[in-house]
DNA sequence: TCTTTATTGTGTCAATATGACGCAATTATA
DNA sequence: TATAATTGCGTCATATTGACACAATAAAGA
């Protein structure tokens, strides 16, 4: 969380990029140890001086993940004006957890763009700490430890869009593997809304959407019928990203 | 769009608001005209070092428009590296419609964090123009000037979340009156998306979500039937905000 | 080879929601 | 008192949804 370069940053500005991974039925989120404080943190960092703010944020999507074309959803900018909480920062700097030089950096007032991405966890080798944490994990929403700053707001704020999110826009794309199959498709909604859902009526409303093109190549491998593959259709997904899936009025 | 107390500021950020106004059967957006340069401006500024950036954005709105407890959303973050188009600024300058140290000033990089929110036109007496800019106008969106820096394109983003919006979100608290009828609300509804609406459905609809309380009065003055007023069931909007009117899953 | 198990593709059906519209009621005005 | 305008309430055919039945089939075990 310290500036590398300050010359060339943005000033006053950070990005934080809240990565949930699908780990089986479990929705995880990826955080970094920070290294002198016993807190974790998301993975972000500073925009360059000649650089535009959704570039930087795919690029550290990059850096920690590996992963690009990621698609990276910005969805809210945090500014309350104690958001890194000085008075915790204080404490460290009292306890001679962090130096006071490294306090005065942290102190500073930030203000924070978010953005979230959905990311297929086995993609993702191993993730990349920088230069401010010692390791990343993929931790379960549910059990987040002790985070820095307003970071656990963050992330409930990024959770609560994508929830919202899905009853608007297709997922799925740069997440799932080009080919895949219906069940697979319906796990990242169960995993995300943590609901079961009938599969004969998710998939008759998920054809409905006419995004999805049937190949015909199945998935075998399980002891059970083999699973017809799809892909999805670029152009009517990427409409479908900008118009919704379904209208009100 | 020049800082007033740069050192009192959070630097190399700036918040513009796009104001729509519903005039009659118009969706309008409140702009300034800027003092030397022949352009057209969201109302906008900086943020206070001391204030947290959605406060701002309410002061603002309020400077503007002398309206208070509005609904502000916060949309959009825009931060490419050029949006502020330098080359045009240095023209003022070559051209003298704008002294060096003003150029100079507008040529720095600002990233934007940009709210809407949708008043009552008829509750704005007179916007009052802030100190860079002549006067303001309520304009029709389809009928917009030429704009400084890239508010156009800042215009259309809130103008396509808004729609995208009313598929989630209630709409009409502290913008409607208090009490309001149902041809009212319709005809928000009807204003934002550029649609005819079947009435009879749209009171099913909207009489569905459970969000409106029929008082026992009407409003009487036209010669017809006088509609019956509701007013917003305060609790049941704040949840359909957070939990969204409809889920599709 | 022949079951068995697990899970998929297809389809049914009642209940619910939607879109299009009819009609009587009622308010101010002519 | 009639007229014009517009509202509240309701109908009906059609479309969509939720819950579930059943045959098909891929792999593993007998």
Redesign the interface.
Known sequence: MKALHLEKI????SIDCVVFGLHGDTLKVLILKLKKIDKWALPGGF?A??????TEAARMLKDRTGLDHLFLQ?F??F???DRNKVSDIRNFVDQQIISAAEGEVLAQ?F?T?SYYAVVDYAKVQAPTPDYSSEFCEWCPLKELPSLIHDHREIIAKAYQVLK?D???QPIGYNLLPDKFTMPELQAV?ETI?E?K?DRRNFRR?MLSFDILIATDEVRTGGSHKAPILYKFDEQKYQAAMVG??????
């Open positions: 943005h000033p006053g500005l925009v001086a000649t650089e535009a703010v959704d910005q809210h900018l500014g309350a004006v007032r203000v763009i919202r899905l009853n608007y909604y809304l609901k859902i409303k919704g899936l379904v209208s009100l009025w």
